[in-house]
């Protein structure tokens, strides 16, 4: 069972709940400095609720998804009122509900004018543009389903998602997408071999030699094959993509612009680096979005994917480094836990013993840095005491060059991506 008290990537319907419950509930007073609201004091004190009801969210964050909701709660203004089936759309009423009370009040938080900028958050201006307050919301339409889809986890059960590779990048992903609340009916993968379909099937996954047929039933394609297929196998599909699809590769080197040059016009592309913990549930995932790709297509990626691990968005200049940080480092820890272990070894311990300790020490010195978001110098000081047995260690690893051999690991990794990127692209214009 999962420790409440961990930090958890991403949202889930209950978190939403009691983030809005909390920003509905506190003195607003308290928040005034001088004439105008100063949001970022209101999100620091959300923000030590939300921690002590074991939710460890940034400022950051917190505003974020406020940002997220306003959006929502705007689109719904404006959207026509055909309606869809209650059934469908069960967990953006209860945020709503909530919603609607701090938006159609004189709430500081949006100021009781709506075509005041919300400066704490960084709100477009899209305000300015409603009628007078209060307003009667509509009812969610079928127009703006989509939108509510991408941002409530309990949605992804409507979308369809195919793995056009059968590796273990895609495996870890799938695994991921299943702990969530897509179910495995609504995923496919193709392969043209059956070395690796299995594991998919006893996952309850379909499972096919047909690209064409998982993209021709899917909504989100996952491309995850050696960078050198990719072309081939874009050509392939090319012609059975829409606009309905949101096409991500997660082969290392190949850019963005390589996959739009060979992808229909006015795809929407994703590229996302992945790393091997995925098949724990324990990755470091980065995404950057084409120049196609919508805010909410991120945000829907996002709920996808939460459950396999940390997942972020950014620059495409990052995606290189990701790889060389967190896709190939996790053969760099792996050398050192190794190395530990049989540093235990050459003093005595069995060697089992040994590589079970390193593990373990391996893993909780990484859950401790990530969930307390210190800085892993300081953590080391809290480790060491003077003249104990943790500084003299330290001493005999600084005078190896373990700190500058590991930065040029890193660098030499990142570099070679960024040479498969450069023969991607070469390969992609011939």
């Known amino acids: 069972m999962d420790d409440p008290g961990l930090k958890k990537q991403n949202w889930d319907v209950r978190e939403t709940e009691l983030f809005l419950e909390t920003l509905a509930e506190l003195d607003m007073t308290k928040c005034l400095d001088g004439r105008k609201v100063r949001n970022n004091k209101l999100f620091k004190v959300a923000q030590r609720r939300m921690t002590a009801a074991g939710y460890h969210r940034s400022v950051d964050q917190l505003k974020f998804r406020w940002k997220l909701l306003k959006s929502a709660y705007y689109k719904c203004k404006r959207a026509p009122t055909a309606p869809v089936p209650p059934s469908r759309i069960q967990g953006w009423w209860r945020y709503e509900k909530t919603m609607v009370a701090i938006m159609e009040s004189r709430h500081p938080l949006v100021g009781g004018d709506p075509g005041r900028r919300d400066e704490g958050t960084g709100d477009s201006e899209e305000d300015a543009s409603l009628p007078p307050w209060p307003r009667p919301c509509p009812g969610t339409t079928a127009q703006n389903l989509g939108l509510i ?74 491309v995850a094959v050696k960078p050198h297929l990719v072309s081939p196998v874009l050509s392939e599909i090319s012609p059975h993509v829409t606009d309905r699809h949101i096409i991500v590769s997660v082969a290392a080197g190949v850019t963005l612009a390589t996959l739009e040059e060979l992808l229909p016009e006015n795809s929407v592309a994703v590229r996302l680096m992945p790393n091997l913990p995925c098949m724990v549930q324990e990755g470091a995932l980065l995404f950057a979005r084409g120049s196609r790709a919508k805010e909410e297509d991120g945000v829907l990626l996002r709920s996808l994917l939460h459950h396999c691990g940390l997942v972020e968005e950014g620059p495409e200049a990052w995606i290189d480094i990701h790889t060389g940080l967190s896709g190939s480092g996790v053969a760099f820890v792996y050398l050192f836990a190794e190395a530990l272990a049989e540093g235990a070894v050459k003093m005595g311990m069995p060697s089992a013993l040994a590589h079970s300790i390193a593990s373990q020490t391996v893993l909780g010195a990484g859950r401790l840095l990530r969930d307390t978001g210190k800085h892993p110098a300081q953590l080391r000081s809290e480790v060491c005491t003077p003249g104990g047995t943790t500084i003299y260690g330290l001493h005999t690893l600084e005078q190896g ?29 011939k």
């Open 401 to 429: 060059g373990l700190r500058a051999t590991t930065m040029s690991a890193v660098e030499s990794a990142t570099e070679r991506a960024r040479e498969l990127g450069r023969k991607s692209a070469a390969g992609s214009r």
């Open 149 to 222: 889809i991408k941002m409530d986890p309990e949605m992804d059960s409507q979308l369809k998602i195919g793995f056009i590779g059968a590796g273990n990048m895609a495996y870890g992903i799938a695994k991921g997408i299943l702990s969530g609340t897509v179910p495995p009916g609504n995923i496919q993968v193709s392969a043209p071999s059956v070395r690796n379909l299995g594991r998919f099937q006893e996952l309850g996954i379909s499972v096919t030699h047909s690209n064409v047929e998982v993209v021709s039933g899917s909504d989100v394609v996952f």
